[in-house]
C-alpha cells in the first residue's frame, strides 16, 4: 500500500504525484494544509523530522524528500520506466535533481513564491501570528530566510538572487532541450517530472515571462501540460484561492523582475 503525506500545490509534492500517475500506481493520501501548520504537528515530526512534504508511506516503511521517493518509485515499481537505462542517462537525472536540492527548490523557488505572493497570507493573519508561524519552522536558516521574504518581499536581497538563479535554470533547461524532446534523453523520465512543478510555478505566479525567447523551454512546457498526468497531478489539485492570488501578485511584481534581469552582471 502507498500511502502519501502531500500537499495540493506544493512543488514537491505535485512531482511525486505525477511519477504516480505515469506510472499507473494507486496511493491513498493525506493532504497537509501548511498554512495551518498541520506538517509541525508533533504526530507528523516524527515521520518527517524536518516537517516538509511529502512523505511516503510503502507497506510501513517511511521515504523522505520528494527526489529519493521519485528514485525509490522507480526501485519498487520498475515498469514502466521513468529512468534511462543507460548508465548516462541515469547520470543526467541525478545531476538534474542535485540541482534542485541543492538550492534552486530551497532558495529560488520558495524565495520567489513567498516574495511575490505567499507573504500576503502570513501579514493577514496579525504580527503576533505571523511571527509564530515563522518561528515554528525548524531548520533556522530558512526560519530567517522566511522571515526577510515576509517582512521585506521582493525587497528581500534573497529575491533578487532567486531571479538570477531562475533565470539561469531556465536558459540551461532551453539549452539542452534545443537538442533532445526530454530533459535527460530521448523519453519522458523522473526528471521531467521533477522540473515540471517549477516551471508551472511560473506560470502560476503570472511570471511566465522568464521563458520568452527560450522556445525549446516553452515546447517542452507545452507538451507537458498535455500529458495525461499533468491534469490528475497538478491540475486536479489546484486551489483557486492560491491561484488567484499568484496571479495577481506575479503580475504587480513583474516589472521590478524585469527590471533585476536588466541589472544583472
Given at each position: ?5 502531500h ?5 514537491c509534492s505535485?512531482?511525486v ?13 493525506r ?9 509541525q504537528?508533533?504526530d507528523?515530526?516524527?515521520l518527517n523530522?524536518?516537517g516538509v512534504?511529502p512523505t511516503?508511506?510503502?507497506d510501513?516503511?517511511?521515504?523522505r524528500e520528494?527526489n ?9 515499481f ?5 529512468r ?15 540541482r534542485l536540492?541543492?538550492?534552486h ?9 513567498m ?8 501579514l ?13 519552522v525548524?531548520?533556522p ?15 528581500a536581497?534573497?529575491?533578487h538572487?532567486a531571479v538570477?538563479?531562475?533565470?539561469t ?12 524532446d526530454?530533459?535527460a534523453?530521448a523519453?519522458?523520465?523522473?526528471a521531467?517530472?521533477?522540473?515540471t512543478?517549477y516551471?508551472?510555478?511560473l ?20 507538451r507537458?501540460?498535455?500529458?495525461p498526468s ?6 486536479d ?9 499568484m496571479?495577481?501578485?506575479g503580475?504587480e511584481?513583474?516589472p521590478?523582475i ?7 552582471p
Amino acid at each position: 500500500m502507498l500511502l502519501l503525506y502531500h500537499n495540493s500545490m506544493s512543488s514537491c509534492s505535485q512531482k511525486v504525484r505525477l511519477s504516480l500517475a505515469e506510472k499507473g500506481l494507486d496511493w491513498d493520501g493525506r493532504h497537509l494544509d501548511l498554512r495551518a501548520g498541520d506538517t509541525q504537528t508533533v504526530d507528523y515530526l516524527k515521520l518527517n523530522p524536518k516537517g516538509v512534504v511529502p512523505t511516503l508511506e510503502h507497506d510501513g516503511q517511511i521515504i523522505r524528500e520528494s527526489n529519493v521517493i521519485l528514485e525509490y518509485l522507480e526501485d519498487a515499481f520498475p515498469t514502466p520506466s521513468l529512468r534511462p537505462s543507460d548508465a548516462l542517462g541515469k547520470a543526467e537525472i541525478r545531476l538534474w535533481t542535485k540541482r534542485l536540492d541543492e538550492g534552486h527548490h530551497d532558495l529560488a523557488t520558495t524565495s520567489i513564491s513567498m516574495g511575490i505572493a505567499f507573504r500576503h497570507q502570513f501579514l493577514a493573519r496579525g504580527e503576533a501570528e505571523c511571527t509564530a508561524l515563522i518561528d515554528a519552522v525548524p531548520d533556522p536558516v530558512k526560519r530567517e530566510r522566511r522571515r526577510d521574504l515576509v517582512l521585506k518581499g521582493i525587497d528581500a536581497p534573497v529575491f533578487h538572487e532567486a531571479v538570477r538563479m531562475w533565470d539561469t535554470l531556465v536558459a540551461d533547461m532551453d539549452n539542452v532541450l534545443q537538442t533532445r524532446d526530454w530533459l535527460a534523453g530521448a523519453s519522458y523520465s523522473i526528471a521531467d517530472a521533477a522540473f515540471t512543478p517549477y516551471v508551472t510555478r511560473l506560470d502560476h505566479l503570472n511570471v511566465l515571462g522568464f521563458l520568452d525567447g527560450r522556445e525549446a523551454l516553452s515546447d517542452w512546457y507545452e507538451r507537458i501540460q498535455a500529458r495525461p498526468s499533468y491534469k490528475t497531478a497538478i491540475e486536479d489539485w489546484n486551489e483557486e484561492k492560491y491561484l488567484t492570488l499568484m496571479s495577481e501578485k506575479g503580475a504587480e511584481a513583474w516589472p521590478r523582475i524585469q527590471e533585476i534581469l536588466a541589472a544583472a552582471p
